[in-house]
């Protein structure tokens, strides 16, 4: 069976930090790649060209799906209320969850795990930095604000569209924003608990998100001094036949 599975080359765009170590060092580190659990992009076929390289390149390697935070998505765009949401979330992941970890036994790897939120969603440490981002979000301007941008660069199209389509006036849009906003915060709160609890070097196929660059950067001195941030890296790989082009 694992014969079976096409070797494609990955191609490595950009790696930073810790990630250049990782690549020179192979088994070294721990890795870690969040997976969007509605985009295209990661479908199994992608994913296997994932799994097989990180379990090369790292001692161990976790993919993580972002499930219960696109309740969120689901609870805007969809009109759904919060418990349909995070049914749908969750269904969605289950079933990512088993196309991926069929790609695992094909593969013969095991060095390589697949996470869902609610297997650390209650954990101390990763609450811990949920609560302080989000206290941050609130009190720091320039962080609530580069949280806005990044999302915008993300779903901004979408989010006209909603609008235009709904005719939705800007002080609703400005409420619904802030939900989404949830997304984002949840989604770094898990990258940076990662990161700093045992896999310090994330894979993405794309540019690393930028918040967190400016975190780890000291570009927000109060909340990186406070969330005590350490050492990452990350690398910014995608398979030969495929490039993912937006967060």
Not at 44 to 51: E, G, S, W
Not at 189 to 211: K, R
Request: charged share 25%.
């Amino acid at each position: 069976m694992k014969n079976e599975i096409t070797q494609i080359p990955m191609i490595i765009e950009q790696q930073t930090a810790l990630g250049t170590n990782a690549l020179l060092n192979p088994g070294k580190y721990n890795g870690f790649m969040g997976i969007s659990i509605q985009h295209k992009f990661f479908a199994p076929k992608r994913m296997q060209y994932y799994i097989e390289w990180g379990s090369k390149v790292f001692k161990n390697f976790a993919i993580v799906l972002m499930d219960d935070p696109d309740r969120y998505n689901f609870e805007v765009f969809n009109s759904l209320n919060a418990d349909e949401a995070l049914t749908k979330a969750r269904n969605i992941s289950d079933e990512k969850k088993r196309s991926y970890e069929k790609l695992i036994t094909a593969l013969q790897t095991d060095n390589v795990r697949i996470l869902q939120f609610r297997d650390f969603a209650d954990n101390e440490e990763y609450k811990n930095i949920l609560r302080q981002l989000k206290e941050f979000s609130v009190s720091d301007q320039s962080f609530h604000g580069d949280l806005r941008n990044l999302m915008r660069m993300g779903i901004g199209g979408k989010l006209k569209e909603m609008q235009e389509s709904r005719n939705i006036p800007d002080s609703e849009m400005r409420d619904t924003i802030e939900v989404l906003l949830n997304y984002a915060i949840e989604e770094l709160a898990s990258i940076i608990y990662f990161t700093e609890y045992g896999y310090p070097i994330e894979v993405d196929p794309t540019i690393e998100f930028t918040t967190k660059t400016y975190l780890y950067d000291n570009n927000f001195p109060r909340i990186s001094q406070s969330l005590a941030l350490t050492n990452r890296g990350h690398i910014y790989a995608h398979p030969e036949c495929a490039k993912k082009d937006t967060y």
